[in-house]
């Protein structure tokens, strides 16, 4: 069985930044891809980015220039740097990974539990 724990949700102002963890645990042998959705309120999940394991990283053009995602591989982490963060990026948020659980597995997909991330005055 494998576990992605989110941390680092909260309240905060427009123009401020947050720092998301996600950490995987568990039967894990590799994970190629890991990355962020959100859902915000009233609207369906939506991809925040994403990054391979040579750390390759992709945006959504709304998030492109203020968001940074990175992973650490040894502890088997990624993480979701928010600057310049506005009201619209109210949701919550959740990682996901790529999982192969054995040498010879094949991928299985997981989400972690969600980290609500509020951004008011």
């Known amino acids: 069985q494998v576990q992605l724990v989110e941390s680092g949700g909260g309240l905060v102002q427009p123009g401020g930044s947050l720092r998301l963890s996600c950490a995987a645990s568990g039967s894990i042998f590799s994970i190629p891809d890991m990355g962020w959705y959100r859902q915000p309120p009233g609207k369906q999940r939506e991809l925040v980015a994403t990054?391979?394991?040579?750390?390759?990283?992709n945006y959504a053009d709304s998030v492109e220039g203020r968001f940074t995602i990175s992973r650490d591989g040894a502890k088997r982490t990624v993480y979701l740097q928010m600057n310049s963060l506005r009201p619209e990026d109210t949701a919550v948020y959740y990682c996901?990974?790529?999982?192969?659980?054995?040498?010879?597995?094949?991928?299985?997909?997981?989400w972690g539990q969600g980290t609500q991330v509020t951004v008011s005055s």
């Open positions: 990054i391979t394991r040579g750390g390759s990283p």
């Open positions: 996901d990974a790529d999982v192969q659980t054995g040498r010879l597995a094949t991928l299985s997909h997981y």
